[in-house]
């Protein structure tokens, strides 16, 4: 099995900033892509930000000029560095990865548990 695990979350005055975290452990043969989604109640989970092992980054446009993915995928970790928050990027946000387990395995999504960002005054 594959574990992600967040952190960073947390209460922000609008304009303020927070860096989120996510390290990812367990039966990890090779690791495709790591990155970040968010889901707020009653609407679905959207793309935040990906970075892949090659370095290719994609953002959503909601969030390009203030968020910055960065991270290690072949030490299995990965962040994301948020800027200029405003309420509307209030949401739980989640670690991603795309895994295979093993040489014969099919690539598969895990998910971390989330952490909660509050951006208020």
């Known amino acids: 099995q594959v574990q992600l695990v967040e952190s960073g979350g947390g209460l922000v005055q609008p304009g303020g900033s927070l860096r989120l975290s996510c390290a990812a452990s367990?039966?990890?043969?090779?690791?495709?892509?790591m990155g970040w989604y968010r889901q707020t109640p009653g609407k679905e989970r959207e793309l935040v930000a990906t970075?892949?092992?090659?370095?290719?980054?994609n953002y959503a446009d909601s969030v390009k000029g203030r968020f910055t993915i960065s991270g290690d995928i072949a030490k299995n970790t990965v962040y994301l560095q948020m800027n200029s928050l405003k309420p509307e990027d209030t949401a739980v946000h989640y670690c991603?990865?795309?895994?295979?387990?093993?040489?014969?395995?099919?690539?598969?999504?895990?998910w971390g548990q989330g952490t909660q960002v509050t951006v208020s005054s």
């Open positions: 367990g039966s990890i043969f090779s690791l495709l892509v």
């Open positions: 991603y990865a795309f895994v295979r387990t093993t040489a014969l395995s099919q690539w598969r999504e895990y």
């Open positions: 970075l892949t092992t090659s370095g290719t980054t």
